[in-house]
């Protein structure tokens, strides 16, 4: 049998039927038939203690059809079962003649109930849930009430990816959460209704069963970074989804949210965690800035200094240069070349490494001639 078949199953046991309750009206008038009779014949016989006992069955006979007669608020509706099966709805408020013993009347709200699942903030124990559940004690209209707290709704979120800046959200990451949503709803069937649901307990399980269903759908498939930037989309896909399939319970879904989701201590861990580790990279890329400018200064020093020696270097060479030139040209002596040829000899080689002997001397001489004639060339 399918869903759909089970529905439609359920919708025709839900089905009131007024014959049942002209039947069970037949039946209530038959039997006050009866006690009339019984009270007329039975009037003049006496109980020891004086009483008619025709005016005690007519006195019951009379209570009886006074408690038969039931008013209701336009707040209820009335589902009156015979034998256990639906035979009248009332509602709109009025008298309305429901023979006691005959037929169950059962009261249902009919106003717009809003209830927070999966409780609200005070009642949801968020200990292990190895803990067995608390009982709390809550003042409701003046009265002590024991109230049972209720477990949370856990929901894991997806595993983030590797993605490039991932890492520098601390909602990139995976984590359990417990999220809360509230319903705004009302009965509009109340055969249906007691026949799914029962009772509001009933209903509240229902609606939080849906609820998480539908939660998990969205929750496994996001980390929770697209869950805070998916939050209104997800808000309004909750909306829609809870008001599909509810008419099969007899209510009908006014109105539904969701509370901002809670991520917790998990996620305060998380941004501890991120910090201390941005804080270390901040320091390791803070000493190593510290390091480059360093070796920059110290290359720039170097650098400053060699084209400073190298400079005065150069100047010191061109100004001997001169003044030898300056020699030659007002000697012209072959001592003057002689000296000449061993200062250029000199600042070519190095000194310490110019020895002007017997044999090489002409060789110094031809240098020093050559440096002179194309240094008066260029003049």
């Not at 079962?81 to 037929?103: D, E, H, R, T, Y």
């Not at 993605?163 to 959200?169: F, L, M, R, S, Y």
């Not at 061109?318 to 030139?325: D, L, S, T, V, Y």
């Not at 000296?339 to 070519?348: F, G, H, I, W």
Request: proline share 4%; no cysteine; aromatic share 8%.
């Amino acid at each position: 049998m399918t869903q759909d078949q089970d529905i439609e199953k359920l919708r025709k046991l839900a089905a009131p039927h007024f014959s049942l309750y002209l039947f069970g009206i037949t039946l209530s008038f038959l039997i006050m038939g009866i006690s009339i009779y019984f009270s007329y014949t039975n009037w003049d016989i006496a109980e020891t203690n004086g009483i008619s006992v025709g005016a005690l069955a007519a006195a019951g006979l009379t209570l009886w059809f006074v408690l038969s007669l039931r008013s209701l608020k336009n707040t209820v509706f009335g589902a009156a079962f015979l034998f256990g099966k639906p035979a009248l709805k009332m509602s709109g408020g009025g008298l309305w003649f429901v023979p006691l013993g005959i037929f169950q009347v059962h009261i249902i709200p009919a106003v717009v109930m809003q209830i927070q699942l999966p409780g609200e903030p005070e009642d949801v124990q968020k200990t292990s849930d190895k803990e067995p559940l608390r009982v709390a004690i809550i003042e409701i209209d003046g009265k002590e009430v024991a109230r049972t707290k209720v477990r949370p709704i856990r929901i894991t979120t997806k595993r983030p990816g590797n993605d490039t800046g991932a890492n520098d959200d601390p909602l990139n990451t995976q984590l359990t959460i417990t999220p809360s949503f509230w319903y705004r709803w009302h009965v509009v069937d109340p055969f249906l209704y007691e026949l799914a649901l029962g009772s509001e307990a009933g209903a509240a399980q229902n609606l939080r069963d849906k609820g998480e269903t539908i939660l998990t759908q969205h929750i496994t498939k996001m980390t929770p970074a697209e869950l805070t930037s998916s939050f209104k989309d997800i808000q309004d896909a909750f909306e829609a989804e809870s008001k599909k399939d509810v008419a099969e319970w007899g209510i009908a879904i006014e109105d539904s949210g969701l509370v901002p989701f809670d991520y917790g201590k998990a996620i305060a861990v998380t941004l501890d965690n991120i910090g201390i580790a941005k804080g270390e990279v901040a320091i390791a890329t803070s000493a190593a800035a510290k390091t480059i400018i360093a070796a920059e200064a110290e290359k720039t020093k170097r650098t400053l200094e060699g084209e400073g020696d190298g400079a005065a270097e150069e100047s010191i060479r061109a100004g001997r240069g001169r003044g030898i030139q300056a020699i030659a040209k007002v000697t012209r002596s072959q001592g003057a070349q002689t000296v000449l040829a061993a200062e250029v000899a000199e600042n070519t080689i190095g000194k310490g490494d110019v020895i002007i002997g017997t044999d090489g001397i002409q060789q110094v001489l031809g240098i020093g001639k050559k440096m002179m004639e194309r240094k008066e060339d260029a003049l």
